[in-house]
């Protein structure tokens, strides 16, 4: 055997796989790379279903329920995607997003307006 070359057998022993010695090291020889699944897509379905019924619907959904719009992006590749395999008409829930930021930014400039005009003291 050459000093700077190994044989195949040595090689075999020295970087085979080993065995996990205990039932901690099988479990995490078993496990998944990666993020770990905190909600099935089905349950994920199921949450922006509910959340789309409510009085408060998908608006500004990143920012009242970040965790489940992340992970339905992760899921489905996109919110959009997301809400489609809910069986929602996503460009409905668009529009009434819009509609709603409209009509908050428009009372957020009125109660501006109202503030910054002088008062009549008479």
Do not use: C
Not at 25 to 41: D, I, Q
Not at 57 to 66: C, D, F, N, P, V
Not at 74 to 93: C, H, I, K, T
């Amino acid at each position: 055997m050459n000093g700077s070359n190994l044989d195949e057998a040595q090689m075999t022993r020295e970087f085979a796989p080993t065995e996990p010695r205990n039932p901690a090291e099988k479990a995490a020889a078993a496990r998944l790379r990666g993020r770990p699944v905190m909600m099935s897509p089905n349950a994920v379905i199921d949450r922006i279903r509910q959340i789309a019924r409510s009085e408060s619907g998908l608006y500004k959904i990143h920012h009242a329920h970040s965790g489940l719009y992340a992970r339905a992006r992760r899921q489905f590749g996109s919110w959009a995607g997301a809400v489609q395999a809910a069986g929602l008409d996503y460009s409905a829930a668009l529009m009434v997003a819009r509609r709603r930021s409209i009509e908050t930014r428009r009372k957020v400039r009125r109660q501006r307006a109202h503030v910054a005009r002088p008062h009549a003291d008479v």
